[in-house]
């Protein structure tokens, strides 16, 4: 372990816990820093892999973060959260009137306020009926006729 790792070890900071439902303290528990690729001008990149977990419920994060390094200044470049997975892919491509809805049910589940959550779900299952052109009856009707359909499986 390089005197790097080890002062980046230990460190504290703040993190969204989606297991917790919070921003939380974290800890670093490992970090590895990729070789530096600095030219004789003190000009390139570096690479830094860190693994810390949540002080409150243990949950793991890992994050990537590449810097640029300018005449020996760093600058972060990207940052990239592998764990836990907080980006829903499949949400993202969904159309916008099933989108909108989602975004303010997880508004609302992030500020605890969990029957507005309750009322967005409803209201985003409601736009997935109606983008599959199921309109007629109440909730339970649209979700028995997009299961005979064969577009919404059995166990919702
Ligand atoms: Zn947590």
Known sequence: MTEEEKKIEGIKEMNFCPTCNSVVETVIVYSYTSENTVNEDLCGYVTEVLLSKCLKCQNLFLKEKSFQIVEGDDYLNSKIQFLPNTENEAIENCPE?????????????????????????????????????????NLTTKLKNLNSKGILGNTL
């Open 97 to 137: 009137i099933v989108y909108n809805p989602y975004e303010e049910t997880l508004k609302c589940y992030r500020a605890h306020a969990y029957d507005a959550c309750a009322m967005m779900c409803h209201k985003g299952i409601e736009a997935i009926s109606i983008d599959k052109r199921e309109i007629k009856g």
